[in-house]
């Protein structure tokens, strides 16, 4: 979960307003509380079956955003649609809660909500399932505000126990299980979602009047590695994904996986995109032309003369593929697995002559470069360090760093340092996106639009 704190709330609402309801919720309702200092996400499941119809989470920073003075301001000011609305609220259920035990992540597809849950140990163990929260509700501050008045009063639940995945089966099983021990049970499908830190590629799609979800898969969150793709990309089919973005360490993994690949992917030799469409999954890469947008967009005047590569993995052999493009005279591929450098440099070499070579070393390959990019992990928020000693780093080298989280890694530090211009991973990032997004959508995407809410994250 987000933040330190949550309000989560049940609730059904009178059949006759409902097609409005959902409008007022959606358009005015969920967009004021996230306008809130503090409000971090906001997300309405409606029932699978049976009742109440709805479940509502927001996500806050901590407690002391329900006491906030703009939070009380809203509750007390309802808006003339609030003041319409609401009285139509039925068997509402409203808690005030903290986690207290939590697994997993991301915004699942199926939630299943536990009052007053019995333990379920093994739940993290179990395939199709991504989340477990604890939530132990705490007591409403101060007294009742103008919203309560309206709707009437609330009752609470003292235990919350969330359990979300991206298998509506295993989500039913772990519900059931729970009801088999007095729990009351809510089963939901997610209907809307909205945060203040919402992804790169919904809030595009927000920005053109299209519906898009975007979900994060996390496998460390999973605690799998790349033998899980098979399942994913089997559950992604059969619910009906648009699409998938993959990241390291799964982008020449997921290769044999698809039934097609376009020219770049197979060019580069790795997939950060797929497309699903009817029940084929087809492998791009937007990396590499990602990488390219970047660069033409920060330095446009970089000095390709005599590019260092450090990292022949997917991401490197995307941006080696993009400098050879972009007109270098001399690649010079560095990487641990001085094999995997020298099998990226012959594969280059096929495509764009003999202007790239491979390197055993990296200060070797450094002598007389003018540029470098860095395409390996190192540098990433876990696993923080330098990719190689700074001593080597020069005035007359611009540097580019694929890693985006954090943006400021200590490569780009110690490059500004010695006096070096930088590129940060986030203009790659950026453009790797605008790529996907026309793949997902059909439709080209706003790159200032998208550039400009990607920095606004932080």
Sequence with gaps: MLGQAAVVMWWDVAPQVRAEWEDWHTREHMPER??????????????????????????????????????????????????????????????????????????????????????????????????????????????????????????????????????????????SEAATRGAMVGFYRVAYSLASREPL???????????????????????????????????????????????????????????????????????????????RLNGHNTDGPGWSWGLRRALPDADLSRVVLLGAGGAGSACADAVLRLGARQLVIVDREAGRAAGLAARMQTIHGERCVAAPEIGEALRGATGLIHATPTGMAKMPGMPLPASLLNPSLWVSDIVYVPLQTELLKAAKRAGCRVIDGGHMNVGQALGAFRLFTGRAADPGRMEAHFRSLG
Excluded at 240 to 249: A, E, H, V
């Design 201 to 279: 590629h919904q809030a595009e799609a927000r920005a053109q009047g299209l519906e898009l979800e975007y979900r994060l898969i996390d496998l460390d969150v999973l605690r799998a590695g790349a033998e899980a793709l098979p399942g994913l990309l089997d559950d992604a089919v059969r619910q009906g994904f648009r699409g998938l973005n993959i990241t390291f360490p799964c982008k020449q993994a997921v290769m044999p996986l698809l039934q097609g690949l376009s020219e770049e992917a197979r060019a580069i030799g790795a997939v950060n995109t797929v497309v699903i469409s009817g029940g």
């Design 34 to 175: 996230l306008a809130i200092p503090g409000f971090l996400r906001g997300t309405r499941w409606v029932a699978e079956s049976g009742e109440p119809s709805y479940f509502v989470c927001y996500e806050t920073e901590n407690l002391k955003t329900m006491t906030s003075g703009p939070y009380l301001d809203r509750l007390n000011n309802p808006t003339p649609w609030s003041r319409k609305m609401m009285p139509h609220h039925r068997n509402m259920v409203r808690s005030l809660c903290v986690p207290r035990a939590g697994w997993g992540g991301g915004l699942p597809h199926t939630l299943a909500t536990i009052r007053l849950s019995a333990g379920l140990s093994d739940l993290p163990k179990r395939k199709g399932l991504t989340a477990m929260h604890l939530l132990e509700s705490q007591p409403m501050p101060g007294a009742p505000t103008a919203e309560q008045k309206i709707r009437g009063a609330d009752r609470s639940a003292q235990w919350v126990l969330l359990v979300g995945g991206y298998d509506s089966e295993a989500v039913g099983a772990a519900a």
